[in-house]
Each structure stands twice: as structure tokens, then as C-alpha cells.
């Protein structure tokens, strides 16, 4: 069992201080001596920024940036951080290993750049020059399907590093089971460092179903089960140092896990997004430290503290924990430069000069396919548009009602042709719009469509919902605020809910914009079904959206076109202030 620096550094205390000399033939007593230093390089969530940090940070950030410190850390970790050595003459052993907690790529303008070039995929050539020892699979990989994550995958062509998840069964999906077959996907990974055995471990949440699409591929809900059947197995093997790189969507979700697990030395977490930080740190300006610190200490079955990291994504910091490991695969020592490194550029003191390769392989034809985007200006906007994701995840906005117009005018316009009925209403979630800016009034570019609606959803139509099932789809939509990315942006209709109340009762008034009422008083009213435009992700129960299997016909047009065409053809080129007031019109009232 795993134990760590002080009662470690105890027992070496007790052994050094008696008067009984090592018996003949008794090997040295080295449990509380450093034997081997691992320098762990982390990151999360790149989601495909690989130009830099956005608007007014452009100096920070971009995978180019980001390679480069990489190679600087991965250089320094080639050097013990002490003069620790386990005899007079034997140097103590160190190294680097470099993980990923998932997320490695995002749906948005510069991804979808990648898919229409073909693989091999922009990010993924950029993180193969980086060279990963491993990755874990996080939710989005499954986005665009089980298709595109097989062609991600085999964009690695120089490294070939393992795509790690234990509770994934892949064996359904025939191409990605094939990489299972080479071991390009897998449960777990060995890597020798130094002449040092270090495993790793990978898990994805299992709520993936239902904020992804991953088809056919079997999702094992007890994580911790899973994760434990890979521990024994590599300890078996005699691997006593074992990494766990996880995406569970937050970070208390890995700390909630640890304490159902044995035999794991360290865990990065991914999905959350949190800036674990030191307040001796240097950060990005406008960033701020989860108070946690770095790491947060976990505590496991066996009350062996665990050291928990993770940090922001979008490739602004590289993560490293610098630990010290004894003859057992014991943490004994956790240095003090362990925290978050910033990726800078311009003319900041830790700036780093990109890597030539990934900038030119990668960030220069990402950056001249965007500029295109970017010039393609599509219309104008009278006001100010709201896309934040504080905004769009808790209440209504003139942008989310933009995108739920968008859809219901795009199947409008498709229903004949495909043969289903207009629809009566529609619902986009609020987590499918990604911009989390406002947009300020102005030309509205091609590129600013992407921005908001960047995912490969599909405008979808469902006949024949009942109004009963349309008052659950909109108690699903408030049923995890605050913040839920469920929360629903609204067209045709409006309601009021009381988020005070109980489960399944909070929706209290629907209306229908020709004044129809489908629910008075929490009661819904008799009268005919509802056809109902959405994206498809919902329609398969996304989000938890209890269409309960019902059938829906998808109409050719991703939500990205959908809002692209009613803003050229639907609108005229105009939004205007009448139509899309700062803070909307009502649609949404909460009590």
C-alpha cells in the first residue's frame, strides 16, 4: 500500500537512529530515498484553439507556443531537482511523462477546417509533433461520431501514442475496435522512463451518451470497477507507479472516485476546466486560481494521499507535478516548482518562441483558412448579442432565441421537401451555443456563425409530440440550473417556470405564439400533438431531452448552416433591434 512523505521519512528516521546495525545479508533500508523523480507535463480540453487565446490575449496561448514549452520542460525534467542520490556514486534517475485528459479536440471553425481539408486533422498533427505518451478519450472526441475519432486517431502518424478509456467497449464499432486491435486504443498504457515502469490508466465519463454521440460504442457506468481490473493488471505486471488520466467533466468528480480506488499514485482530471494554481503561480492576466491550490490532495481506500491536478484548457498551461518516488513506487517527495506553467508570447519575460514545425504545419494553414471566414461578412447586427455561457445556460437571450429562430425557419422552409409538417415550435440547449461572448453590434461574419453554433448537429423535425411530452421536454430544460447546459433557448412559444419547485412540476405556463395555451397552472391542456424543429443531438436524448425514442427525419442542414442561411435569406442581412431586444422578449419568464 501506498504511503506518503511522512510517514515515509519516519520510518527512515527510525531505521537510521538505531543502534542495531543492517543484519548480514539485509539489503539497506531505502524506502524513505528518493529512487526516481517524475516530472508529469499535463493538459485538458484543448478544443482546437490552436491559434492563440482569443481576442485581447493573443499572446498568450496556441499550440505552437505550447509545443515549444513542452520541449523546454520536458529538457528540465532530464535533471533531478536535488542532489539526491541512492548510493555515493548512482545519480537518482528523471524524466518526463506528457499526458492529456481528453477533450483534444472541439466542433468550431478551426476543427471544421481540418475536416474539410481530410485527415490527417490539423490538431492532431500538432499534438503528434508535441508527442504525447498518452491520451485519454473525453466526451467531445465524440462529437462528429465514432468516424471521425477513428480518423483522429490514425492522424497519428509519427508518435502513435495509446487513446486511453477503461470503461469504454469499443467492440461494437468495427473501425474503432480495429484500433483497439493494434493497441492505438486501449485501457491502459506502460511507458519506460529512465528504465522506470509508469503506468497509465484512462476513463471518460459515463455520462457520455447524453452530452455526446457516440453510437454503438458501450459505456460501463462503474468507473471505479474498471479503473481497479487495470490496476491489478498492472500491478501484476510489476508496474508500481500508476497514473490515472480521466475525463469525468469536473475535477469533484475525480475526487470523488479516488476514495473507490487502490493503487493509483496520481490523477489529472479533465472536463472541468479548473486553474489549479499556487499564489506563487504566474497567470495568465484575468485568470484566476481555483483556491484549491496545486495539487488537491485526494485520499484513497487505503487513506494514501493522492495528488489530483488539472487545469485550464485551451492550450494555455502546461500542468507539471515534479514527485519523487521511492524503491516501492512510494510518493515520498512532491517539489515545490510543481504547479501551472503559462504558454506566453510577445513581449512577456517567459515568453517562448514557437515551435517552426507545429506553426507551420498547423497554426499557419488554420490561420489563412479562417481569414476566409472571417472576410465573409454575411449581414449586420443592430445590437449587441448575448452568447455568453452564463448567459445562455440560465436564461433567455436575443442570441439563443437567434439560433431556436434559425432552426424552426431552416425546417420551415426544408418541411415539403422532405415530407414531415412545418413545425409548431423549437429548442436549441444552451450548451450547443459555444461562443461565450456578446457579440457586439456590427457585420456578423461567416466565421461568427461558427463561433456560435459549431457542433455537427443536424436541424431535425419531430411530428406528433404530445403536449404531455412537450411539458417533460421543457421541465428537462430546467431542470439543472443553474448553469445546466440542457437550459433551452425557445422559438414559437413561450413559458414560465418556477425553479423553486419540485421535479416535474416547475413549468407552470406554455403558450404558443398564435396564442394557444398548452399548459395553464401546471396542467396541460387538451388538443393536438406538436411538431417540434431541433437538432438532432437532443432528438436522440441529448442532454437527457426524454424524446423517449421518438422518430424525427433530419433535413440535411447543420444548426451552423441553418443560422447562416436565415441570417443571408430570413433576415435579409439585418438583425435588428426590434426583432432580437438585449435581453429578449419574454420568451422564458422564470417566477
Known sequence: ?????????????????DDEPTGPGEPPDTSG???????LLHNNDGESQLID??????????????????????????????????TGSQAVPAAAVLVTSGDNYLAGPEFNFSIQMGPPFLDAIGMDLIGYDALAIGNHEFDFGPDVLADFIESFMLTMPPFLSSNLDFSAEPRLQGLVGIGAIAESTVVDKAGQMI???????????????????????DVAAQIQIEVQRLEGMGVNKIILISHLQSLDEELALIPQLDGVDIVVAGGGDELLANPSDDLIPGDVADPRGYPVIAFDTDRTEIPVVTTSGNYLYVGRLVVGFNDDGEIIQREGSSGPVRVAGGANADAVTPDPSVQAQVVDPVEAGLEGLAN??????????????????????????LIADALKWQAEQLAGAFGVAPPDVALQNGGGI????????????????????????????????SRDQFKLLLENAVSALPGGGRFAQVSGFSFVYDDAAADGARVTEVTLDDGTMIVVGGVVQAGPSLTVATIDFLARGGDDYPFDGAPFT??????????????????????????????????????
Do not use: H
Request: hydrophobic share 50%.
Open 1 to 17: 500500500m501506498k504511503r506518503l512523505a511522512f510517514l515515509a521519512f519516519l520510518l527512515l528516521f527510525v531505521a537510521c537512529s
Open 33 to 39: 530515498v528518493v529512487a526516481f523523480w517524475l516530472t
Open 53 to 86: 487565446a482569443g481576442a485581447d490575449r493573443e499572446d498568450f496561448g496556441g499550440i505552437a507556443r505550447f509545443a515549444a514549452l513542452v520541449d523546454q520542460l520536458r529538457q528540465a525534467a532530464a535533471v533531478p531537482p536535488a542532489a539526491n542520490r541512492l
Open 199 to 221: 503506468g497509465i490508466i484512462g476513463a471518460t465519463t459515463p455520462d457520455l451518451r447524453s452530452i455526446s454521440s457516440p453510437r454503438d460504442v458501450i459505456i460501463m457506468a
Open 376 to 401: 465573409n461578412i454575411i449581414g449586420t447586427s443592430e445590437v449587441d448579442l448575448d452568447g455568453l455561457r452564463i448567459s445562455v445556460r440560465n436564461f433567455e437571450t436575443n442570441e439563443g432565441n
Open 434 to 465: 459555444r461562443n461565450d461572448t456578446v457579440i457586439p453590434a456590427g457585420t456578423i461574419t461567416e466565421l461568427a456563425t461558427f463561433d456560435m453554433v459549431p457542433f455537427s448537429n443536424f436541424v431535425s423535425v419531430l411530428e406528433n409530440i
Open 554 to 591: 433530419t433535413l440535411g442542414v447543420t444548426y451552423q448552416q441553418a443560422l447562416f442561411n436565415y441570417i443571408v435569406d430570413g433576415l435579409g442581412g439585418t438583425i435588428t433591434a426590434a426583432d432580437y431586444p438585449v435581453g429578449g422578449e419574454a420568451r422564458i419568464t422564470e417566477l
